[in-house]
């Protein structure tokens, strides 16, 4: 009987996904039954790391504000779910020195807009030339890579001028790594 109950649900939740899976996501996000499972699941397979508001904590991305580290697109987001991302940014503790990270976080601080030393700032967009190639010349993030924009006030690290902020970011490298899969499996 209690097996029976279980397959009931389950034939149940399988009828409901098959004709969501089968409508297209703008429609779903009209469809308030939708809104409310689409919801219920957030919180329990989600919130735990993007929080229950959805805005992230620190090494968890904000998904309630413009970037997105691998594109915001409906397809670029469904992607992100089914297959998980795994961004790789490497530690510039030893090819750029104490000092050298200190100068190029200086030009990068520059980039959103904040007041740093001059002197600094210029000799960190020279060492920029070492990021250019995920972050891009003008320091914008390629959602290819999972780089993000290095222009803007959103950080998934903390932007912060101390040097458990930017800098120990730059220093050693933090990755978010993560996959939808390797949580289930856990
Ligand atoms: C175990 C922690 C964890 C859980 C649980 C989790 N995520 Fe994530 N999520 C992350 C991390 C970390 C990243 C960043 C991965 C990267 O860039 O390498 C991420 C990235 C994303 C992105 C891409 C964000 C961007 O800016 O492009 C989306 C969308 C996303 N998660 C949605 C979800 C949804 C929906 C769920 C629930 C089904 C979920 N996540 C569950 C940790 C988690
Ligand atoms: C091989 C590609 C690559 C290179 C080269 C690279 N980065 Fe990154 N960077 C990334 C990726 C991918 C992330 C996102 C990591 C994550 O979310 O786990 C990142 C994240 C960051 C962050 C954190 C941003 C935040 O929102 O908290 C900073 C700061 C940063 N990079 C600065 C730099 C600087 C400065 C350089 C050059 C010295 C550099 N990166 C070179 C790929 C790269």
Known sequence: MRLNMHRTTWLRSDFIFEKYRNTEIKKLAKNDEAMKTGARLFSAYCSVCHGSDARGAKGFPNLRDDEWLW???TKQIKESILNGRRAS????GGALGDKGVEEVSAYVMSLSGRSVDKTKAVAGKARFVMCVSCHGIDGKGNVALGAPDL??????YGGSRRPSGLRKTILLY?????SLW?????
């Open 174 to 178: 933090n990755s978010c790594t993560w």
């Open 71 to 73: 594109g915001g697109s």
């Open 182 to 186: 390797h949580y289930a499996s856990t």
């Open 151 to 156: 222009t803007n006030k959103s950080w998934t």
């Open 89 to 92: 940014m490497p530690a510039w």
